[in-house]
């Protein structure tokens, strides 16, 4: 971080894992979507699970930020699919650093107490 008013925040991946045979749900091996700033960014037509989405929400700002290496944050990155039937796993990788602006972000002035 510096002086001024920016900081860091990762990029990342979020890619379905597992044998489709064990999947309950309509997952997909291979399927994707990214996760820029506070954008969800899916391929052209990508589908994804409201259910699936709704347990991986929780975590992905904290994923983005950054983290210290003992911190189980920084090392776990496989999530299991909230259906108890369902085998397939979302592997969370953090990929390019991106620069914000805190200006950018909120009207809430910087140095103000909440």
Request: hydrophobic share 40%; net charge negative.
């Amino acid at each position: 971080m510096t002086s001024d008013d920016t900081f860091e925040l990762y990029d990342l991946e979020v890619t379905v894992e597992g044998d489709e045979k064990d999947f309950v749900c309509r997952h997909h091996a291979g399927h994707a979507f990214r996760v820029e700033g506070e954008d969800l960014v899916f391929p052209e037509g990508g589908r994804f699970s409201m259910y699936a989405l709704a347990a991986l929400i929780p975590l992905l700002p904290a994923k983005e930020r950054p983290t210290s290496p003992n911190d189980w944050m920084t090392t776990d990155a496989l999530i299991a699919c909230p259906d108890p039937n369902c085998g397939a796993k979302f592997r969370i990788r953090r990929t390019a650093k991106r620069i914000l602006s805190h200006a950018e972000c909120t009207v809430v002035p910087l140095g103000e107490k909440a």
